[in-house]
């Protein structure tokens, strides 16, 4: 069984920093992709930024610029890092990665979500 664990939310201020990780364990064979989603109160869940196998990234355009995504393999941990926050960064942040566990079929596993806020 695969689990995905988040850990580094919180309250900041505005022109803050915070860095967010999320670490798999359970039977994995490979990871293929790792994410970052946000969703804000009565908002859709948003794709923040994506690094892929082979070390490629996306972003939003809303973070583009102080967001930064980055893996450690070893670990099986994906960081965000995420820089000059403003208040409508405030949202409750999920990983996801898409996972091939030892025997089964890829398919996407989420974190428990972590709340990051912004005060003004």
């Known amino acids: 069984q695969v689990q995905l664990v988040e850990s580094g939310g919180g309250l900041v201020q505005a022109g803050g920093s915070l860095r967010l990780s999320c670490a798999a364990s359970?039977?994995?064979?490979?990871?293929?992709?790792m994410r970052w989603y946000r969703q804000a109160p009565e908002k859709q869940r948003e794709l923040v930024a994506a690094?892929?196998?082979?070390?490629?990234?996306n972003y939003a355009d809303s973070v583009k610029g102080r967001f930064t995504i980055s893996r450690d393999n070893a670990k099986n941990t994906v960081y965000l890092q995420m820089n000059s926050l403003k208040p409508e960064d405030t949202a409750v942040y999920y990983c996801?990665?898409?996972?091939?566990?030892?025997?089964?079929?890829?398919?996407?596993?989420w974190g428990q979500g972590t709340q990051v806020t912004v005060s003004s």
């Open positions: 996801n990665f898409y996972i091939e566990p030892s025997y089964r079929l890829p398919r996407d596993y």
């Open positions: 359970g039977s994995i064979f490979s990871i293929i992709a």
């Open positions: 690094i892929t196998s082979g070390d490629s990234t």
